[in-house]
């Protein structure tokens, strides 16, 4: 079987991305390519290949557009579906981009379906992947992004780690040590690059041209509101689970504060089917938000008093921020985010009683940005340092 790439001058790098938390990894190693072109005469050609695993304008092109992604070189359409479905059909087309390109490695992000459906199909083609944050655990076979980056981890050839814990976690499942670099996160070097783009933003705009439901964002004060999202199956599936949330938070937590809630469509869909969205778009200190991008919850986070999330990315940006998180999960993947490790974020999961108890505790608590080791802006840099030193090992 060919091994594909061996015969051209220069490397030749596909990204492959498929979702929203993608979005923010891959703009960082392409402006970090588009510099090594800029000053090297070795070029390395990128392609950007999308799944199209988020296929909603306000969840792709509109990130796309403000993180100054070039559009796709090639766009797959894979769509919705279920997860066999999705990662079955990405991998049918994949493996004709990769017949066809022919690069040297496919880079792959974080563990959406397009992450292992294209670390399969390109090991298969004797390809070499890189797995950028690879060695987060939750622990937690039931999220299918577990499965994602076990399967992932397991077939890269170099594993990027965002922290040492996740390091820790490859070595102890027997992966190579040669194979893993600890590089740092990712995500901060967005963050870090769209700062001051995102301070410029005022907040009430951002309601006001995202509000789903009239209301008037008046009331709203700078560094005196929460932010809210919420997606995961273990707290919108459940009627009865949804229903005490949705109590909790308009009976309690929105009457000591008011609360920007950024609705993902998943959870809208189960809020009108369980009969508690008209409760919802009702209460006066609830902003119910559609799917905001990516600078408009940048500057959200920067000033809000408190986030209370299931996203993972959320976690970490609010420990760079110094935002107190209120995580509604019973684990994550993000260890180090936590506040026994040096972060900001509480697991609190959907526990009522436990949510409302340690809000009332963050109310109180002044902002503390945390900045874990590497976590620096610089991690794209040695992203492709390491995918290029890994090269010349190789010759």
């Not at 690879?134 to 999220?143: E, F, I, N, P, Q």
């Not at 814990?165 to 070595?171: E, G, H, T, V």
């Not at 504060?257 to 809208?268: D, L, N």
């Not at 938000?289 to 919850?297: A, Q, S, T």
Request: hydrophobic share 40%; net charge neutral; proline share 4%.
């Amino acid at each position: 079987m060919k091994i594909y790439g061996q015969n051209s001058n220069n490397m030749k790098i596909i990204s492959v991305v498929g979702a929203r938390p993608n979005f923010m990894k891959v703009a960082p190693l392409i402006r970090a390519i588009n510099r090594h072109n800029e000053n090297n005469i070795d070029k390395i050609e990128h392609l950007l290949v999308h799944t199209g695993q988020h296929y909603d304008d306000c969840l792709s092109k509109k990130i796309f557009d403000e993180l100054e992604i070039p559009t796709a070189d090639i766009n797959l359409g894979v769509g919705s579906g279920t997860h066999a479905e999705q990662v079955g059909n990405s991998m049918i087309a994949l493996e004709k981009v990769f017949e066809k390109e022919k690069p040297d490695w496919v880079v792959v992000y974080g563990d959406v379906n397009a992450t292992m459906a294209a670390s399969i199909t390109a090991k298969k083609l004797l390809i070499k992947v890189c797995h950028v944050e690879a060695g987060l655990r939750s622990g937690d076979w039931t999220m299918p992004e577990e499965i994602n980056r076990i399967v992932t981890d397991r077939l890269s050839d170099l594993l990027l780690t965002p922290d040492k814990i996740s390091m820790k976690n490859l070595i102890n499942e027997g992966i190579s040590i040669n194979s893993i670099k600890f590089v740092g996160n990712i995500m901060i070097d967005t963050l870090e690059f769209n700062r001051d783009k995102a301070k410029k933003l005022n907040i009430q705009n951002i309601i006001s041209n995202s509000l789903i439901v009239n209301n008037t964002v008046n009331s709203l004060i700078e560094d005196n509101y929460a932010v809210m999202t919420l997606h995961r199956p273990s707290n919108v599936d459940n009627k009865h689970v949804l229903e005490d949330l949705v109590n909790l938070i308009i009976n309690d937590l929105s009457k000591e504060i008011p609360i920007i809630w950024a609705i993902h469509p998943r959870t809208q869909k189960q809020l009108q089917l369980f009969n508690l969205w008209e409760n919802i778009i009702s209460t006066d200190s609830i902003f119910v938000v559609k799917p905001l991008g990516y600078l408009e919850m940048l500057r959200l986070n920067m000033s809000a008093k408190i986030m209370l999330t299931d996203s993972g990315g959320l976690q970490e940006e609010c420990t760079v921020l110094g935002t107190p998180c209120l995580t509604m999960r019973w684990n994550t993947e993000r260890p180090i985010t936590l506040k026994e490790n040096g972060g900001v974020s509480i697991l609190v999961g959907n526990d009522i009683k436990l949510i409302k108890k340690v809000f009332y505790k963050l109310l109180d608590i002044k902002r503390n940005p945390i900045y874990p080791e590497l976590w620096d802006g610089k991690t794209a840099e040695r992203c492709l340092q390491e995918i290029i030193n890994f090269r010349d090992v190789k010759k």
